[in-house]
Every structure is written in C-alpha cells, then in structure tokens.
C-alpha cells in the first residue's frame, strides 16, 4: 500500500502558483519524498525530490515540514500543460524497496 | 538509448493467448521496473530487476506473469493464458540504480510510454 494520502482533485487557475500536499506521517529516517506527474496517455514523469530540504528545480520547488510528515509540492506559475495526475512517493535505498504509487491528485489548470 | 523504449504500444489478442511486452530500458540503466495501470488507477507495481536477477516480484498477480531480464537489459514481461482482466497499460521504468542513490538522484525512474494490453 502506498504510504502517502494526497487529495484526490484540485484547481488552480493558469498563472497562479498551484500548491500540491502530501501526507505521509509514517515516513521513516531513510525515506526520500518523490514526486511524478502523468499526463493523459503518457508514462509518469518525475519532478522532484528530497529527504529533509526544501529542493527547488526548474520545474517546481519542494516544501517538506520539520518533522517530515507532510510536503507540498509548488508549480510556481501553472500553465494549462501542466493539468495531469501527481503522485507523491516515500521510498527508501535500501535494497528491495520499490516505488509504490497511490491514486494520487488530479490537478487541472483552468484558463 | 535515449529513453525507455517499450513495444508494441497496443496489442490486441483474445482470452487465454500468450503475450510478450519487451522493455528496453536506457543504456546504463541497471535497475528496471514493471507496473501496470488500469483506467483511473495509480501504477501498480508488478516487479523489479536490479541487474539480472528479480530483486522484488511481490507485485505479480499470479503465476501467469512472468518477466526476465537474462541479459540485465532488456526485459520481457510474459503472460499466460490471459484474461480479460489483464486488460491494463503495462509500464516498464528503468533507473540507473536501486540501492545506492543517497540523494544523488541515481534512483529516480524513467519510464516508457507504456503498452497497451487489451484481451478480448
């Protein structure tokens, strides 16, 4: 089962900054919080990741709490391309952990 | 290559064929992943290959899925007898590392666009 809970569906309005979370209270000392997007018909791509720092790239910045319970995930100005499904993940490197993915957050940018 | 290559994209077959779904992963790459995607799921993961050998097969549904990797590149995921409830997007992902990324971003996945079973 996936070890995170996200919302199911949100909106955000082309240009405005969309604000994804994720719960993951259960999260442990040596799992990292990924995050993969898939837009329709195509294989999930990934966006970001991190283990305690707030990490920013050039396709989004990643916001995890203090106690590593929950993150958000930021699309800074949110484009119509950007409408797709996001899953967050915790997974460890230890060996024979895998990626596993929940239903995750439906986000659709309106023009 | 330049990205995670899977073949056919669709294959159409009727209940209770063979099928086999080729995943080339990109070069380097030695951990390679299956999942499989029904409409309005999330991937469900089926298996992973770290090199050769299946570091995890926890995911497959029964002992009509099968998949190999003998020369820890390309990758065939095998089903028996199919049903119509194999029907699904099968995914395959390949990462160039499973166990040693310490942030590094070794770990993170790429995926191919996928192939799509439908059984009939």
């Known amino acids: 089962d996936a070890k995170t809970t996200q919302p199911p569906s949100m909106d955000c309005a082309e240009g405005r900054a969309a604000n994804l979370p994720c719960n993951h209270s259960?999260?442990?000392?040596?799992?990292?919080v990924y995050w993969y997007r898939q837009i329709h018909s195509q294989g999930p791509q990934y966006i970001i990741h991190g283990l305690k720092n707030n990490e920013t790239n050039e396709m989004a910045s990643l916001i995890i709490t203090e106690d590593r319970k929950s993150s958000t995930l930021i699309l800074p100005h949110a484009t119509l391309r950007d409408t797709a499904v996001y899953y967050c993940?915790?997974?460890?490197?230890?060996?024979?952990?895998?990626?596993?993915f929940g239903p995750g957050t439906r986000l659709s940018v309106l023009p | 290559g330049a990205g995670v290559s899977q073949t056919p994209s669709n294959k159409v077959t009727e209940k209770g064929k063979y099928v086999e779904l080729r995943c080339d992963p990109i070069?380097?790459?030695?951990?390679l992943y299956w999942y499989r995607q029904s409409l309005g799921q999330g991937p469900e993961f089926l298996i992973y290959f770290q090199g050769t050998g299946a570091a995890d097969d926890s995911g497959l549904p029964n002992d009509r899925f099968f998949a190999v990797r003998p020369e820890g590149s390309v990758s065939t995921l095998k089903i028996q007898r199919t049903e119509r409830g194999d029907s699904a997007v099968y995914l395959c992902a390949s990462s160039f590392s499973a166990t040693r990324d310490r942030g590094s971003g070794a770990n993170v996945l790429t995926f191919g666009a996928g192939s799509r079973l439908t059984v009939l």
């Open positions: 070069s380097g790459h030695t951990a």
């Open positions: 259960t999260i442990s000392g040596n799992e990292y």
């Open positions: 993940i915790v997974r460890g490197f230890l060996y024979g952990q895998n990626f596993v």
